[in-house]
């Protein structure tokens, strides 16, 4: 799996106000979707694209344009959702399919609770959003479940990793001949005992939606 951490001012300044306690929840999801805009731009570097032959006002010329089958942007529920604008803003042909997923509290593991996505992805580039990448379950799931239906690139956007997610992820991806992409705006300390990510943000869904 490929791992890029998108370092720039940018990211760092707004990731600390969505990080900070006091960051109410109108402004965290507007900074989450400022974010997600500005990783989308590096999830995008390999989107795939075909010559298009157009005609300017003086002279014709040949650029491109993003290629069919369309991309497909994946926001794991609930708190994919506070990415999805940012992402599809970016990525104009993009078309959605939706994820439910949650962690059990006690043991961690994810459960698939609600799925809406074309059958057949062959062929088809997906973007995965998901905020945190935690103990690595529910993203590991989520690709899984693409690469079966036939998607065959696959890019995970997350705001903030923890290297034991990184780690959990690359072991239980690792036989997959799919090419797996990671963006994260960072790569964070550790998990606690309880599953967050330390420093982190909190309970990204509730932070973005509140508390359930
Ligand atoms: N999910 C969250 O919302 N926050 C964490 O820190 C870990 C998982």
């Given at each position: 799996m490929r791992v890029i951490v998108a370092d720039h001012p940018l990211i760092a300044h707004k990731l600390t106000y969505l990080r900070h306690?006091?960051?109410?929840s109108p402004t965290f999801r507007r900074l989450a979707d400022e974010l997600v805009t500005l990783l989308a731009y590096e999830a995008t570097r390999e989107v795939r694209v075909e010559p298009f032959d157009i005609v300017t006002p003086v002279a014709p010329t040949t650029g491109i344009r993003l290629s069919t089958p369309k991309p497909l942007v994946v926001p794991i529920l609930r708190a994919g959702l506070g990415m999805l604008e940012g992402m599809v803003r970016l990525l104009p042909t993009a078309e959605v399919g939706f994820l439910g997923m949650l962690r059990n509290?006690?043991?961690l593991e994810a459960v698939t609770y609600a799925n809406r996505l074309p059958d057949d992805l062959s062929g088809r580039q997906c973007y995965v959003l998901d905020p945190m990448l935690a103990t690595g379950g529910t993203l590991a799931m989520s690709i899984q479940y693409l690469v079966e239906r036939g998607a065959d690139d696959i890019t995970a956007v997350t705001l903030l990793a923890a290297p034991e997610g990184i780690a959990a992820l690359e072991g239980q991806l690792a036989s997959l001949d799919v090419p797996v992409t990671l963006v994260t705006a960072a790569v964070d300390e550790r998990l606690n005992e309880d599953g967050?990510?330390?420093?982190?943000?909190?309970d990204a869904g509730d932070r973005l939606y509140g508390v359930v």
């Open positions: 306690k006091d960051t109410d509290e006690e043991t967050y990510i330390i420093p982190g943000l909190g």
